[in-house]
Structure formats: structure tokens, C-alpha cells
């Protein structure tokens, strides 16, 4: 069967195997695992290869995402990674079991929210302990976690920290520590339980594994490290699981032999910027189906490793073929890893076909 380019193959059993990997460590740990989804846009098959690897929670910054999720009749808890936006706290309570908030007033909010829908909610209250994204400071929280434990339907069930995403603060005990440090004077203020501390994402896997993770950290929201098999701090493949799990197709739709450097005079590109080439020569190029309306195309790797990404518009990628292992040719498919960021995009361009391949 003829399968359109271009593609995302979604290697589920892979991604399956992978997460093994990742629950079984921080289950070791006593810690439970919300995989998060929002990479590849809470894809079925990514909730079954969860599910079936142990997941304890499903996590997603969408509400678009999580309202799908709950289409699926997935009976694991739902968690809400961005902060709610005032005006959506109804799909929040509706659509999520927890959500991680830092303000007191959206807290009130779903409070409302939660006594008109006649659901409760759980609340995890995000402290900022250096990578200056979401949370309240630390010689706030007390005060906060005090205020929101006010709210009827609201319950918060612990703290959270979030490192190495806006300032690339990467966990160590000393940060972690803290975390644990302000959970206790919270349950000394409130005498709340307060018994849930979720330490951050994929990036706290390395200090887990080296032992290094105080043991009142019982829950991690891990995502590309399952998915693409990373270590995040570095992207270098994390133990034990498979860096192929998905794979970007794109069709080659012209060869030709050109210069290497663009002739004539120069301004900006279409995106504003002035590129900068390596003349090579004369070389074998290929353009393929996809540009940066479909991934970053700065941000992929091709299989063959023969081929060099030059570039691309919005509609084309440009390829260096001279050297590839196999001769390219017109109508050719080209496979590709992609990173992160180029996932995140594929995922979400309504152009590329999305095609699981179990087994």
C-alpha cells in the first residue's frame, strides 16, 4: 500500500519499551510517573504504549489535548501541566484530575468552577526554585498553600518545581532539597499532608540514576526521555532504551546539480534572516516535501548519514545528496530523526500524515 509523503512514523512498541525503562527507575524510587503526551499531541497509540508500560498519570499542557485524552476512555489520572488560563478553569475541572498552578486566584477560580461542575480538584502548587518559568517564590509559598487550602472542592495534595526549560537550571540535590525543605514548613503551617512532591521532568532522570534524588521526590512528568530515548541535559541517549522511535519521511521532488553558494546579490530570507553557506563546489542537492511549516528543519538528521540538511523554506528542504550512501533519485523517500522541537512541530503540522508501525 502507497502511504503519502510526507510522514511521521510513530514506533509505539519502542516508545513502549523505552518507558519501561524510565517508570520502572523512578518506581524503584518509589516515585510515580505522569508521561506526557503533548510532544505528539496526546496521539491514542502514545496513551496505550503509556498505559501499558505502567503509567501512573497521564500529563498534557493542553486542554485541547487532555479533552481528547478524555474522549478515549483512558481511566488513568489526567494532570494539566501549564498553569489554567482564568477563562478556561472550567474545561480545567472538567477535563483534568490535577493541575499545577502558582496563583492564588486562578486557585479561587477553579474552586468555582469545581462547586458548579460538583467536582473536586487536585492542586499541585509550583515553587520557583531558580529556572525562573512558573512558581511562587520561595518566601511565598507558606502563605499561598494556606490561602488556596481555603477553597471548597480544591485540594492540594503537594508542591512542584520545573528546571532546565526557561533558564536551563539543571536539578541538583541542593534544589530538590529545597523543594522538600518548603513542603515540610508548609505541613507545619497548614497540617496538610501535602504527601505529593513532583520534581520536575526528563531532566531530573541523570541525579535519579547517580542516587543523588532525595527520597521525599515521589513524582516525576517525564516526556522526551521516553519518547526519544534522551537524556535532556545533553541529549545523549539514555540508558537502556531506543533512540528510533520515530521517524520523519519526506519525498525527494528535485536532483540537480548546483553551487554551493546562492548567486547574485543578497537581502534576508523569507524568515528574515541572512544564511550563511559553505561552498563546497559543485554539488548533487535534493529538495524533498516538507519545510518549516512542518518541522524544524534545522533540527532533524537524516538517516543516511551521507546526506547533509542545508536548509529549507517554508514548503522545502534542502539537501547536500553528493555523498550519500544511496544514489537519490526523483520520487525517492528520505528518512529522518527528528529532535524535540522538529517532533513537536510534525507533530502538530495538519500535513504530515501520522502512520503508527507496531512490531
Known amino acids: 500500500m502507497y502511504i503519502r509523503t510526507p510522514r511521521l512514523e510513530i514506533y509505539t512498541d519502542r516508545i513502549e519499551t523505552n518507558a519501561r525503562v524510565v517508570i520502572n527507575l523512578c518506581q524503584a524510587h518509589g516515585a510515580q510517573v505522569a508521561c ?6 496526546a496521539h491514542p497509540a502514545l496513551l496505550r504504549a503509556f498505559e501499558n508500560a505502567g503509567a501512573d498519570m497521564i500529563a498534557d499542557s493542553r486542554i485541547l489535548n487532555l479533552q481528547s485524552i478524555a474522549n478515549t476512555g483512558l481511566t488513568l489520572p489526567a494532570l494539566l501541566l501549564r498553569s489554567p488560563a482564568p477563562s478556561r ?36 502548587v509550583m515553587v520557583d526554585v531558580g ?25 492540594i495534595v503537594g508542591l512542584g518545581a520545573n528546571l532546565a526549560c526557561y533558564g536551563g537550571v539543571i536539578p541538583t ?11 515540610d514548613a508548609c505541613r507545619k503551617a497548614t497540617g496538610l499532608a501535602l504527601d505529593l512532591i513532583s520534581g520536575g521532568n526528563s531532566a ?30 545533553d541529549r545523549s541517549p539514555w540508558p537502556g532504551t531506543r533512540q528510533d522511535t520515530i521517524r520523519v519521511v519526506a519525498e525527494v521532488i528535485e536532483v540537480e546539480r548546483k553551487p ?45 548519514k551521507g546526506i547533509i540538511v542545508l536548509g529549507g523554506s517554508s514548503d522545502h528542504l534542502v539537501l547536500d545528496v553528493e ?15 527528528p529532535s524535540y522541537g522538529s517532533l ?16
Open 323 to 337: 555523498a550519500a550512501e544511496q544514489d537519490v533519485k526523483l520520487g525517492d523517500e528520505i528518512g529522518f530523526f
Open 131 to 155: 529556572d525562573l518559568r512558573e512558581g511562587v517564590w520561595p518566601d511565598r509559598v507558606v502563605s499561598v498553600v494556606q490561602e488556596a487550602a481555603k477553597f471548597p472542592r480544591i485540594e
Open 89 to 124: 478553569v472550567a474545561d480545567v475541572v472538567r477535563c483534568a484530575d490535577y493541575s499545577l498552578n502558582s496563583s492564588v486566584g486562578t486557585i479561587e477560580l477553579l474552586s468555582r468552577a469545581a462547586q458548579l461542575l460538583e467536582r473536586n480538584h487536585k492542586v499541585i
Open 204 to 233: 531530573n532522570l541523570p541525579l535519579l540514576a547517580s542516587g543523588g534524588m532525595p527520597k521525599e521526590i515521589n513524582h516525576f512528568r517525564i516526556g522526551e526521555a521516553i519518547i526519544l530515548g534522551r537524556n535532556v541535559l
Open 173 to 183: 540535590t541542593e534544589n530538590m532539597q529545597m523543594l522538600v525543605t518548603i513542603r
Open 260 to 304: 554551493s553558494t546562492p548567486i547574485g546579490t543578497r537581502g534576508q530570507d523569507a524568515f528574515g534572516s541572512r544564511a550563511e553557506f559553505v561552498d563546497r563546489g559543485i554539488r548533487k542537492r535534493a529538495l524533498c516535501n516538507i519545510g518549516r511549516q512542518d518541522v524544524m528543519v534545522d533540527r532533524i538528521t537524516p538517516e543516511d
Open 344 to 359: 513537536l512541530a510534525a507533530t502538530t503540522s495538519p500535513y504530515m500524515q501520522k502512520v503508527v508501525i507496531k512490531n
Open 36 to 41: 506526557v503526551t503533548k510532544v505528539m499531541s
